[in-house]
């Protein structure tokens, strides 16, 4: 059966590889078989993404659009690969044609469409919702080029182009007819749809299909404003044309720019234009629109949807009223960060100007808005000038995306708790039950089955196989944590995973010189030593720089070795967290038994290597910061530790594992980090500190030291001495491995929670949607038609 599917499947590549790359399989190189295998597999997939997309239109369930400006896949075809338990059938036809199939997974390049936590959430949540088969679409934008890859030239971070299509991608399919105009002022612009299938996970039951539909205004021709260029200007003749060409590499700062304006408004605008036509459609009329759509605001990026949706509605013949209030029936928003500087704010004469239609829904709808306050809160002008949307000049997004929906929620119980209390207390009092929480999860299909095969054949091996659909199942694990056979095996997968890693960093992981030549690569490193990994965007608040001050610590109190690895982008403009970087590369200079390392361009294909691997996870953010963290999941659910600040979601995961298996909690409550503070007294009290901080001149960090010890706005010197106790603990436990497996695999076995798969069931609650499977009846018509095409090719 195997065999003959796979002569099958091997035709087909063979076939596809003539017909549209001209090519033998003898002759074709490695990205020409990559590009001729996933299009047989896409072709493999079509049927079941039809049936998906036919199954939604003949029963016309309500629909949920997710709508985010970042995404983070990763890979696709080995996880769309395991996914439809298609792993065998692939390596056995790589195999007929001669190839290996890491050649065909490792050629796929890293679609980097986001900056970080928020963009890998989205696309966690999409395979969630395509597993859990529910009736959604996602959009977002189609950048030419994703985050900068990120080079580290003699310890400073240089920024270079991301170009993930400089080859054909044959996963997307181009979707002319969905091409849309979209309208700044007088001003139109054509965005022409690229689609993405999303692969749900099955066993016994046919697969869903999602649809990922990225926006690009760069092949559409139209674009292209002859006369403005035959005025002489060309950079505003192509201005459009190259609107979706970049991803702005930022996150947790706000840059006030006008494409990004732009950009924001065509996601916007395009997906609305695309869910309103469906409506039509399939109903003819706008009457229940409230009642089919539901769209979700992933973070205030799109949140001029709330205008935009109002001001459409209007045009289709609702009355102000009915379409503002449809409007909020509609909407829900999600908030991912407190920090001041990505509380995204508009001018609002930019605004006036590019969008005047938009601009005045948000003038009427504020009006109104203020008016309610007003009564509300008899008269309070203070108040009506905290709520409204329109301050100073300003454009609020979160104020617009609040009361343009019906529910906010934060991602971790501690940040909705402070999203409500202290950042929109009295929105809470206006709209009492609007807030709530969801908190994060990841899929713990990429990030433990395909990641770490022989860690999940170990979970399979004791509690069978049910946790892959159902991840609360994953509390059987306890049952085997103090068994010696279970630890022992649980090291040996570890110690065989930080050895497949250090092999990478051997080979791939480059010193460059200052001027990016590749001087050598890094030295072996041995695998018994405990591996401390703290990966994700250089950022004060998340930390690093605690870190780093605590291998200084390390090395002049001539401790154990360990290897500590970092990784992670920071902004372009952030000097900093480059200056961080820059502190780090200094520490991996040295040759000493404790080892730094940082390793370049960190990113989702990065992180499914180093996780597997890691034996302690770096979640220290100052407490309050952080609002949810999913990298702290990904690790502990591959059997690392975590040393971690009471943030985010780790306050969820320490109580899901119980103190008792939570070792390594330190630092002060984000209670406690309201208080004032004193560097300078941290600095004067502990000796440790004192030596650490003054050692920072050696690594020419003069301008770190001076700020931490003038203004530390994070709190780093406050939970330093903290940080090293538990740091020390960690030191103990990893002296006694039987004892640290026993608490990995508690670890593991409390994450049951942390599915997205659960985050997912909640919203889908939210929005009021259920479950639409594919209609065997539908999949078996297409499956018809589809297999006379196969016929006719001869297969
Ligand atoms: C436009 C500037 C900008 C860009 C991105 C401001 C803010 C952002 C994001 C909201 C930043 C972000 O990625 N936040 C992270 O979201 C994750 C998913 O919810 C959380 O796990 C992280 O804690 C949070 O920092």
């Known amino acids: 059966m195997l065999n003959e599917q796979a002569d099958l499947l091997a035709r087909k590549v063979k076939h ?10 003898e002759t074709a190189n490695a990205r020409e078989f990559y590009n001729a295998f996933c299009r047989a597999l896409r072709e493999e997939v079509m049927a079941h993404w039809v049936a998906t997309v036919e199954t939604v239109r003949a029963k016309k369930p309500r629909v949920a659009y997710y709508l985010s400006m970042e995404y983070l896949p990763g890979r696709l075809t080995e996880h769309g690969v395991l996914n439809v338990g298609a792993g065998e059938l692939v390596r056995a036809t790589a195999a007929k044609l001669g190839r290996k199939v890491s050649d065909l997974y490792l050629a796929e390049p890293d679609p980097g469409l986001g900056n970080g936590g928020l963009g890998r959430l989205a696309s966690c949540f999409l395979d969630s919702l395509a597993t859990l088969q529910f009736p959604v679409r996602a959009y977002g934008l189609r950048y030419q080029y994703g985050v900068f890859e990120q080079e580290i030239w003699d310890g400073r971070q240089v920024e270079r182009p991301d170009v993930w299509l400089l080859n054909e991608n044959p996963w997307e399919r181009r979707h002319d007819s969905a091409a849309v105009t979209v309208r700044f002022g007088n001003e139109e612009v054509r965005a022409l749809a690229f689609d993405i299938p999303v692969i749900g996970y099955a066993k016994n039951h046919p697969y869903s299909v999602l649809t990922l539909r990225l926006w690009s205004t760069k092949e559409s021709p139209r674009n292209f404003e002859l006369q403005r260029f035959n005025e002489g200007f060309l950079d505003r003749a192509s201005e459009n044309l190259v609107l979706t060409d970049v991803l702005y590499p930022n996150d947790h700062n706000e840059m006030g720019k006008r494409i990004r304006l732009k950009q924001e408004f065509l996601l916007v605008s395009a997906s609305l234009q695309n869910i309103l036509q469906r409506q039509m459609l399939l109903f003819g009329s706008m009457e229940n629109v409230a009642d089919k759509v539901r769209i979700q605001i992933n973070d205030t990026h799109p949140a001029l949807v709330v205008p935009e949706l109002i001001r459409s509605l209007q045009e289709h013949g609702l009355s102000w009223e009915k379409a503002r209030d449809a409007c909020m029936e509609i909407c829900s928003y999600t908030n991912h960060t407190i920090l001041r500087e990505a509380l995204v704010e508009w001018n609002e004469g930019q605004m006036r100007e ?10 009427k709808l504020n009006g109104e808005f203020c008016d309610e306050v007003r009564k509300k809160f008899s008269g309070d002008e203070e108040k009506v000038r905290r709520l409204s949307i329109l301050e100073h000049g300003h454009v609020r997004m979160a104020h617009l995306a609040v009361v343009g929906s019906h529910a906010v929620n934060g991602v971790a119980k501690l940040h909705s708790e402070i999203l409500k209390e202290r950042v929109f207390p009295e929105f809470d009092a206006m709209y009492p039950g609007k807030f709530t929480n969801v908190t994060n999860g990841v899929t713990h299909r990429r990030w433990l089955l395909k990641i770490n095969p ?21 509390k059987k694990l ?17 110690r065989e995973n930080k050895r497949r890693l250090a092999e990478f960093l051997e080979k791939e992981d480059p010193v460059r010189d200052a001027h990016g030549m590749i001087l050598s690569h890094r030295a072996k490193l041995d695998a018994k030593v405990l591996f401390d990994v703290q990966i994700k965007r250089i950022h004060e608040y998340k930390r690093q720089l605690m870190n780093a001050l ?11 070795g360990r290897v500590v690895l970092f990784g992670g982008k920071a902004a372009a403009g952030y000097e900093r967290a480059k200056q961080i970087i820059q502190l780090i590369s200094a ?9 730094v390392i940082f390793v370049e361009n960190y990113n989702v294909s990065k992180a499914e290597l180093l996780i597997p691997a890691a034996d302690l996870s770096e979640q220290i953010s100052t407490a309050g910061m952080e609002a949810s963290g999913t990298g702290n999941m990904k690790l502990s659910m591959n059997g690392a530790l975590t040393i971690g600040t009471d943030d ?3 306050v969820e995961m320490r109580a899901s594992i119980t103190d008792k298996w939570w070792p390594f909690g330190f630092g002060a409550s984000a209670e406690e980090n309201r208080k004032p503070y004193h560097p300078g007294e941290v600095y004067q009290r502990d000796e440790a500190v004192r030596k650490a901080v003054d050692a920072l001149g050696e690594f020419g960090a003069t301008e770190l030291r001076q700020h931490l010890l003038e ?13 090293a106790a538990a740091q020390k603990r960690v030191e103990e436990l990893y002296a006694q491995p039987l004892l640290w497996a026993e608490t990995a695999i508690h670890n593991m076995a409390g994450m049951g929670p942390f599915s997205t798969d659960e985050s997912i069931r909640h919203y889908a609650k939210i929005w009021g949607i259920e479950p639409c499977p594919i209609d065997p009846k539908i999949l078996a018509r297409i499956e018809t038609d589809y297999t006379v095409f196969r016929t006719a090719n001869g297969h």
Do not use: C
């Open 550 to 560: 605590h291998v200084i610590m390390l090395r002049q109190q001539k401790r154990p």
């Open 711 to 723: 203004h530390d706005p994070y709190r780093v010197l406050q939970d330093l001495p903290a940080y």
């Open 16 to 25: 596809n590889l003539i017909a549209e790359n001209g090519r033998t399989i």
């Open 478 to 494: 306890e049952k085997f944590a103090k068994e010696k056979e279970s630890q022992e095996r649980f090291w040996e997968i570890k």
């Open 648 to 650: 985010g979601a780790n």
């Open 454 to 474: 022989r860690l999940a054949q170990f979970v399979t091996e004791r509690i069978g196989d049910g946790w892959v659909t159902n991840f609360g199942e994953i």
């Open 587 to 595: 520490l991996s200079k040295v040759d000493d038994k404790v080892r």
């Open 354 to 363: 590019l969008l005047p239609k938009q601009h005045e829904v948000i003038q």
